[in-house]
């Protein structure tokens, strides 16, 4: 805790942040990956400011972690017979089922000055922001203890289990994370869940048999949640962007403005899509 507020105050002795604030329509996996990392490459190259973001999935889809193995974890083929994508993401972690949620993402340079120089730091850092508009939802959200995350068993799944200040409502996981740094610029992009079936998820990953599925579906209820779940309402995703947007410009220091793609940006994402994310290349790479 020392050393968050270490931090708030270096951001406040900085000024608030200028950053850009962009909220997609729904989009196919494909696209939503490709416009996280157009982003990335434009921050990178300085032709745009850090930027927060926030979208949603149109068809559902499956991501899954940079160093996963789909064929091996997700059941491919029910995922095309469900109509649902698999897509695999630049950032590391487990499978993620995007389907009833809001995910958010940003970018921005590792040298700014009141951005944590260490990954846990930063989770921290990010996590509070996310943690203060949830409150605003009326929802109170812990932060999961790096010692207390790591002594829990995982599966392909990401929602099996907190990682590094991610949320928890009733110490059941609420959102998840996942980070990379590359080119000098941090990208970290997470899912806040409105809905969560256990159910859903064990049906497109692959078991031995129906007694593992069953069993790994009455780990996921026990150990995740919602939003809709923790407010005792359905919760909605314009009403999430709000409250979360305001809570991390509140918590980090930062000062959210609504802006546009650059057309260089929009070239980038058009071209990732088509020649990266879409590719069985690139998402059953091992």
Not at 206 to 218: G, V
Not at 248 to 265: F, V, Y
Request: aromatic share 8%; charged share 20%; proline share 3%.
């Amino acid at each position: 805790m020392e050393a968050w507020a270490a931090v708030t105050e270096q951001a406040m002795n900085a000024g608030a942040a200028v950053w850009r604030l962009l909220v997609d329509e729904r989009s196919d996996a494909f696209w939503n990956m490709a416009a996280d990392e157009a982003m990335l490459q434009s921050h990178a190259a300085g032709e745009t400011p850090p930027t927060l973001r926030f979208y949603s999935w149109r068809p559902a889809a499956v991501s899954i972690g940079y160093f996963q193995k789909a064929d091996a974890q997700i059941d491919l083929k029910a995922c095309a017979e469900l109509g649902i994508d698999v897509v695999r993401r630049l950032t590391g972690g487990r499978a993620v089922l995007h389907e009833f949620e809001v995910t958010y993402s940003l970018v921005v340079s590792g040298s700014e000055p009141y951005i944590p120089l260490g990954v846990t730091a930063s989770y921290l850092y990010f996590s509070r922001g996310i943690a203060a508009g949830l409150a605003r939802l009326g929802i109170t959200a812990q932060m999961q203890a790096p010692e207390a995350a790591g002594s829990l068993a995982r599966s392909a799944a990401c929602f099996d289990a907190p990682s590094h200040y991610e949320l928890t409502v009733g110490g059941r996981k609420v959102a998840g994370s996942a980070q990379v740094r590359k080119d000098g610029v941090l990208l970290q992009h997470g899912s806040i869940l409105l809905q969560f079936s256990p159910e859903r998820m064990t049906e497109l990953m692959r078991f031995t048999d129906e007694t593992e599925k069953a069993a790994m579906a009455a780990e996921l209820s026990r150990r995740a949640t919602d939003l809709s779940q923790a407010a005792g309402r359905p919760v909605g995703f314009a009403e999430v962007v709000e409250a979360v947007q305001a809570g991390i410009a509140e918590q980090c220091g930062l000062k959210l403005e609504r802006g546009k793609r650059t057309p260089s940006e929009i070239n980038i994402l058009a071209e990732l899509a088509r020649k990266k994310y879409s590719s069985a290349e690139w998402t059953l790479r091992s």
